[in-house]
């Protein structure tokens, strides 16, 4: 069990999310070029520390670590639909929502507007963590 194997999950999940609504996303990494105009997603994955318990080598470690995912669109379109797309993205990602060996374990929120000349973003976090061997 592998921060890598939530990831993937994660990935799987965000994708399938973005296709039912028929939005592009984009994965970190992964070469992506945003619509001239409409809505799409983009992906951030930020694995933290690992904390140890127990005191042999083998005993158990919880990984944790945060996902975003930011709803955007080109500038001047206001917000209201950026908003209530990140509200679907919280839905989707309900405290609970199991992602390979790690869960959500509080609700996802929306951070502060990110407004720059390309682009308007809604981050949505979601903090996920999971005991490991």
């Known amino acids: 069990m592998s921060t890598t194997?939530?990831?993937?999950?994660?990935?799987?999940?965000?994708?399938?999310?973005?296709?039912?609504?028929?939005?592009p996303i984009a994965f970190p990494g992964v070469k992506f070029t945003a619509?001239?105009?409409?809505?799409?997603?983009?992906?951030?994955?930020v694995p933290g520390a690992t904390r140890?318990?127990?005191?042999?080598?083998?005993?158990?470690?919880l990984l944790q670590g945060l996902?975003?995912?930011?709803?955007?669109e080109r500038p001047g379109e206001g917000i209201v639909g950026l908003t209530e797309l990140a509200d679907e993205v919280i839905a989707a990602f309900a405290k609970g929502t199991v992602f390979?060996?790690?869960?959500?374990?509080?609700?996802?929120?929306?951070?502060?507007?990110?407004v720059d000349p390309a682009r308007v973003m809604v981050p949505v976090t979601v903090m996920w963590q999971g005991f490991a061997r």
């Open 67 to 72: 996902a975003q995912v930011s709803v955007c």
């Open 35 to 45: 619509p001239e105009q409409g809505q799409w997603l983009e992906v951030s994955w």
């Open 100 to 114: 390979g060996p790690v869960r959500v374990y509080r609700k996802p929120y929306q951070s502060g507007l990110i």
């Open 52 to 61: 140890n318990y127990g005191l042999a080598d083998t005993g158990p470690s």
């Open 5 to 23: 194997s939530a990831y993937d999950d994660f990935a799987l999940q965000a994708g399938a999310f973005a296709a039912t609504r028929g939005l």
